[in-house]
């Protein structure tokens, strides 16, 4: 099983700052690519920022300039740094992983994408 846990959203004032955290457990060695989604009320669940595991980022443009997700040294870390934030940066923020591409991952998990239970963040005008 492979298990994402996210951390550090809540209530923030427009212009502020915060910092999520998703921690993978689990059968790690079928994690790949982590990345960010988030969920507004009555949309669609959008991605936010992505990372390989090479390294190379890239952020959804609305969010480009103010958010910036990295990594610890072990990949076992995803964060999201989020600055300047908006009122509509409102939303649940889900933290995903994909299933590597090893044979044995194939075996052990059935679904080709891991998500986190979500951490909501809210921005006050």
């Known amino acids: 099983q492979v298990y994402l846990v996210e951390s550090g959203g809540g209530l923030v004032q427009a212009g502020g700052s915060l910092r999520l955290s998703c921690a993978a457990s689990?059968?790690?060695?079928?994690?790949?690519?982590m990345d960010w989604y988030r969920q507004a009320p009555g949309k669609e669940r959008e991605p936010v920022a992505i990372?390989?595991?090479?390294?190379?980022?890239n952020s959804g443009d609305s969010v480009k300039g103010r958010f910036n997700i990295s990594t610890d040294n072990a990949k076992s870390t995803l964060f999201l740094q989020m600055n300047s934030l908006r009122p509509e940066d409102t939303a649940v923020y889900y933290c995903?992983?994909?299933?590597?591409?090893?044979?044995?991952?194939?075996?052990?998990?059935?679904?080709?994408?891991?998500w986190g239970q979500g951490t909501q963040v809210t921005v006050s005008s």
């Open positions: 689990g059968d790690t060695v079928c994690v790949s690519n």
């Open positions: 990372i390989n595991d090479g390294g190379t980022t």
């Open positions: 995903h992983a994909r299933r590597a591409g090893w044979r044995s991952c194939f075996v052990r998990h059935s679904n080709a994408d891991f």
